[in-house]
């Protein structure tokens, strides 16, 4: 049987414009499949996605679930495209409050918003909970973007005994763009759920800043990806001092058999 991998992508185009990241979110997932492997992509659906080009649809069976996050009710809507000539399929997670009619983490007079971190939140486990509910489970889970930076806490602790994710492994790709502002003093409340207790979060700082969410990503993944020429330099040096297999940047040419080899070799560690 192939092997399953899980792309949660922060940008993939041509959704979002292109960036370094975007163009990775896009062109991975089809590298993998095109070398056997079984993929499932996600993506936040931006407020800036012009959903009839893209020609998003709602998916019924998997929306209508409600997420808690600091004792609110949030909505969960999985909608889902085609990339054109690829054909890869992606599932966008939405949500009225978080998503719509709001850009990435900036709003139009540039300002970060200052509910990024439970958009994070609510997007990795919206994330988790569509991929129960499609019972596929991941043999590879690959996170790109600090907007998936928490969905490895959450993999190792709080679906850890969820059948679906018991033996799934995390590569986290660090990129050159980062977050200016923290996320708060309420996001370690809000990060908590299930097993992932306030209790795994006392060695980091109360205000959670870019940094303290690369040290968590990191904390919690089998592996690390340098995806950018510039990636912090603080959270490269964490990852080394962790002594986990790290891929270091590969250049924009043969990337491919660089990920593939990498991927694999994650995959072959028990």
């Given amino acids: 049987m192939p092997k399953k991998i899980l792309f949660i992508n922060q ?97 139009e007079d540039g300002e970060e918003y200052t509910d990024n971190g439970e958009r994070a939140i609510f997007f990795a486990r919206g994330v988790l909970e569509t991929v129960k509910k499609l019972r596929w489970s991941p043999d590879l ?3 790109q973007g600090w907007m998936s930076a928490v969905v490895p806490l959450y993999v190792k602790t709080a679906y850890h005994d969820e059948p679906w994710f018991s033996n799934s492994k995390v590569v986290t790709s660090l990129f050159t763009k980062q977050l200016k502002n923290d996320l708060g003093t309420k996001f370690k409340h809000c990060l908590e759920y299930r097993e992932a207790k306030d209790d795994l ?34 959270l490269m040096e964490y990852a080394k001092s962790k002594g986990l297999p790290l891929m270091s940047y590969p250049g924009e040419e043969s990337y491919a058999e660089a990920y593939n080899d990498f991927y694999n070799s994650i995959l072959a560690t028990e």
């Fill in 11 to 107: 940008e993939t185009t041509p959704y979002v414009p292109e960036s370094e990241m975007s163009i990775l979110g896009k062109m991975l997932p089809q590298l993998m499949q095109e070398r056997g492997y079984e993929i499932r992509t996600f993506m936040p659906k931006w407020g800036t996605i012009n959903e009839r080009r893209g020609q998003l649809h709602e998916v019924i069976r998997l929306s209508g679930m409600n997420l808690i996050i600091d004792d609110t009710d949030h909505p969960l809507i999985i909608k889902v495209a085609s990339i054109p000539v690829s054909r890869i399929q992606v599932y966008f997670i939405d949500n009225d409050d978080y998503f719509q009619k709001r850009k990435m983490e900036e709003n």
């Fill in 141 to 143: 889970i690959v996170c």
């Fill in 201 to 234: 979060l006392v060695n980091y700082k109360d205000d959670f800043d870019f940094l303290e969410l690369g040290k968590l990503a990191i904390d919690y993944s089998d592996g690390i990806v340098e995806a950018g020429n510039e990636v912090n330099a603080t």
